[in-house]
């Protein structure tokens, strides 16, 4: 296949994202959009990670994207929601090109059966669809994985090594487990001590320099953000579990519902090479090697490592999703080979009719659930960013505030920038973000109501009659004053409902109905209240 067609189909996957994804962490919108609107419009929330006085997080990752957007917005004189769906599209075209680069690479090493299975399986797994516009480290690392991936197959060991580098210093830390295999390979097998060392150190250099200039400056005094986010996550008593934790079975759910049977399909690859290594001792064959699974190993290192961990996030795997398509089309062509070595083992035929059931058997359920998962999270929790852009422009300053759905508040890019976005009381006995001081350096300023062990501070809560707007989730509960998180929306005597757009209510839905949906069926085990923005009667 040329690679055009390939790029083009990717592109057009990935722009859907761009466009039609909500927001699915609010980790995204606080840590990361919230800072690039500040760097763009000197107005945006800031978190105690972006604190002096801790330094967890890296503006030079802010700036990759914060300098295209400023040219977009100064050039063409956008609005801020629309340069919010540029940087989304600007990420979609470097996912995609990408990905066409890691086909190629596929295309060579395993053949044209399991690169044809691993683009289907990237153009439509809902977890690329989740992950490849998000704007977040994890995302930038999933990109440098698979610039890192393609070039080690080739043995291109310099770009393999920039893109690790690159990886770990700019997007993020952790990522640096994928590469463990890679060391295996070029300081153990094949003794490139020298070359290693000389490039790492040289890339090591012309990343660390820069990012160290543009975090110092930003936070006011020397800082390296990585080693400060290391720090914290492995030399401190709580490290991130202060942020909650998960069940054993976190992942396995979340892979399930992000690459549905694939992912199943990858969980037994393993042991279909075993099987396959049995049957081809059995009828005396050539026994091939495990070349495969070797090239696998930073999917099943990276799962060894944060399947262990109590603090669990979707984001955490996103480096290794394009993994998860290959070893899920690898376990498909092994399996179908283990078939054909079965037969012949019996004295029978080879597979015939039965490869084309099983590829595209497995293929046509893979894609209808993963249309069922992706239309799901579009028709269940896309309202969010339908609603935040509504309020209409006001010459003076307006206070939009927030509730219990702070969390799902997509981000300063979509309300005019004179408003304020405000916090009211909620059940969240965290620690809330908090306005950059709005000057030149305000981000050089310590605060003294931020801290690392997410302890809640009051400074950040709001007076609730000095809301102009509200953005509230009616949940078909009745109003009542004396609870935390009343349901604003059925407070007509001070609130009027001025927009309203359907949204799941996951806690009277069906798990299974709420995952994926199904026509016709679905409607009857799931239950939608309105979200809604709410205007205080004057």
């Known amino acids: 296949m040329k690679t055009l067609p390939v790029f083009s189909c990717l592109l057009a996957a990935r722009l859907l994202s761009a466009k039609f994804l909500h927001i699915t962490d609010c980790d995204e919108t606080y840590n990361y959009w919230e800072p690039l609107h500040y760097l763009l419009y000197g107005k945006g929330f800031q978190t105690w990670e972006y604190s002096p006085q801790y330094g967890l997080r890296s503006y030079l990752y802010l700036m990759l994207n914060a300098i295209p957007a400023w040219f977009i917005q100064k050039i063409l004189d956008l609005e801020a929601i629309t340069v919010f769906y540029c940087i989304r599209c600007f990420l979609a075209i470097v996912c995609a090109a990408l990905e066409a680069i890691m086909f190629r690479s596929v295309l060579r090493n395993f053949g044209s059966l399991v690169a044809k299975q691993w683009l289907i399986f990237q153009i439509f797994s809902p977890g690329m669809y989740i992950s490849s516009t998000a704007f977040l480290p994890s995302s930038f690392s999933m990109f440098a994985t698979i610039a890192f991936i393609s070039v080690w197959w080739e043995n291109q060991y310099k770009l393999a090594i920039l893109s690790v580098a690159v990886s770990t210093l700019v997007g993020w830390p952790f990522a640096a487990f994928v590469s463990l295999p890679f060391l295996y390979d070029v300081l153990v097998r094949k003794r490139l001590f020298r070359m290693f060392a000389f490039w790492s150190f040289l890339f090591a250099t012309v990343i660390t320099v820069p990012l160290a ?79 495969a699974l070797w090239r696998l190993s930073p999917l099943y290192i990276w799962m060894l490592v944060f399947f262990m961990q109590p603090h669990k996030e979707e984001r955490f795997i996103f480096p290794v999703y394009p993994l998860v398509s290959l070893s899920g089309a690898l376990a498909v062509s092994t399996l179908l080979q283990n078939i054909d070595l079965a037969l012949r083992r019996c004295g029978k035929g080879a597979l015939g009719a039965t490869r084309l059931m099983v590829t595209y058997g497995v293929t046509f359920v893979f894609i209808v659930l993963s249309l069922s998962r992706i239309f799901a999270l579009y028709v269940n929790y896309h309202a969010p960013m339908e609603i935040s852009y ?11 505030c927030l509730g219990k759905e702070w969390h799902r508040f997509p981000g300063s890019f979509f309300v005019p920038n004179h408003y304020r976005i405000r916090f009211v009381p ?37 007076e609730l009659s000095n809301c102009d707007y509200m953005i509230d989730f009616d949940n078909g509960k009745s109003f009542s004053r004396n609870e935390s998180e009343p349901n604003y929306s059925k407070d007509s005597a001070n609130w009027t409902i001025i927009h309203s757009v359907p ?30 923005l709410l205007v205080r009667k004057t």
């Open 213 to 291: 200039i543009v975090d110092s400056y930003f936070y006011g005094k020397l800082t390296f953000a990585p080693l400060n986010i290391v720090i914290y996550n492995i030399f401190t008593q709580h490290g991130p579990n202060l942020f909650g934790v998960e069940s054993k079975y976190f992942y396995f759910i979340n892979l399930f519902l992000n690459f549905n049977v694939i992912w199943l399909f990858a969980s037994l690859c393993p042991m279909f090479f075993a099987t396959k290594y049995v049957l081809q001792k059995l009828n005396k064959s050539k026994v091939s090697s495990f070349a």
């Open 390 to 400: 509504s309020v209409e422009t006001s010459p003076v300053v307006k206070n939009i």
């Open 426 to 462: 909620t059940h969240f006995n965290g620690l809330l973000p908090a306005y950059f001081e709005e000057n030149e350096r305000g981000s050089t300023v310590v605060h003294g109501y931020f801290n690392s062990m997410n302890q809640r501070n009051d400074y950040m809560l709001f």
């Open 503 to 532: 949204f799941l209510n996951a806690l009277s839905s069906h798990s299974f109905f709420r995952a994926f949906h199904v026509p016709f069926v679905g409607h009857k085990y799931v239950k939608f209240g309105n979200y809604n």
